[in-house]
């Protein structure tokens, strides 16, 4: 079963590049890896998915490393509505099924 | 996300009752999911559910039961609660590996 570690927390401030890496050490070669963002009183809300390189989309990179041991979610240019908890969650599979691991989440805030 | 309803949105109850959280999409997804979060611990997969006659365990399904009573509806059910019990709940819909909707949540709490 995969375990995945997060920083719990970093500071930035707005218009800067923010990186938040997660670490998935035992992950598996069909695992997906997934970020999401959560505002308080909220569920998740999906950001961004990848398997292995790098991924981009309207508002995040994700890059993955060849060895997949690792991803970083790269936020570009933060606001401050960008101040929230972010998870990466790996989906992994098995003989036994499919399981959905979550991260510790990081708390970014961002200051003006 | 709208599209995933969760009832109710707060509940209190006592240790040793049964209660039910309910989870209702539109979205049409064959998939479900319930996860528990707790503070400092992410969100972790209590019970996740295929389609209408699948059901599997997660991470954390001891003291926890669902029923897939359609496609659209997805229920949780804590047979006998306990303080420890005591979360946010969420309820997912997918389709396929790709994203995960969430909804609002339900607070519990169990004294």
């Known amino acids: 079963l995969a375990k995945t570690t997060q920083p719990i927390s970093m500071d930035s401030y707005e218009g800067q590049e923010v990186n938040i890496t997660c670490s998935h050490n035992?992950?598996?070669?069909?695992?997906?890896i997934t970020w999401y963002q959560q505002f308080p009183s909220q569920g998740p809300r999906f950001i961004i998915q990848?398997?292995?390189t790098k991924v981009t989309n309207e508002v995040a990179s994700l890059f993955i490393p060849a060895d997949r041991k690792s991803s970083t979610l790269s936020l570009p240019r933060v606001s401050l509505s960008d101040t929230a908890v972010y998870y990466c969650?790996?989906?992994?599979?098995?003989?036994?099924?499919?399981?959905?691991?979550f991260g510790p989440g990081t708390r970014l805030s961002v200051l003006p | 996300d709208a599209d995933v309803t969760q009832t109710p949105r707060n509940r209190i109850t006592k240790t040793g009752k049964r209660i039910m959280l309910e989870c209702s999409q539109t979205?049409?997804?064959?998939?479900m999911y319930w996860y528990r979060q707790d503070p400092g611990l992410g969100l972790r997969l209590i019970y996740y559910?295929?389609?209408?006659?699948?059901?599997n365990k997660g991470e954390i399904s001891d003291g926890y039961s669902v029923s897939r009573q359609a496609q659209a509806k997805f229920s949780l059910s804590l047979e006998s609660a306990i303080p420890n019990q005591t979360a946010l709940y969420f309820c997912?819909?997918?389709?396929?590996?790709?994203?995960?909707?969430f909804g609002p949540g339900t607070r519990l709490l169990v004294l």
């Open positions: 997912a819909t997918s389709q396929g590996w790709e994203t995960q909707y």
């Open positions: 035992n992950i598996a070669t069909n695992d997906y």
């Open positions: 990848g398997y292995k």
């Open positions: 969650l790996v989906v992994t599979s098995d003989n036994y099924g499919q399981n959905f691991v």
């Open positions: 979205k049409g997804h064959d998939r």
């Open positions: 559910s295929f389609d209408v006659k699948d059901i």
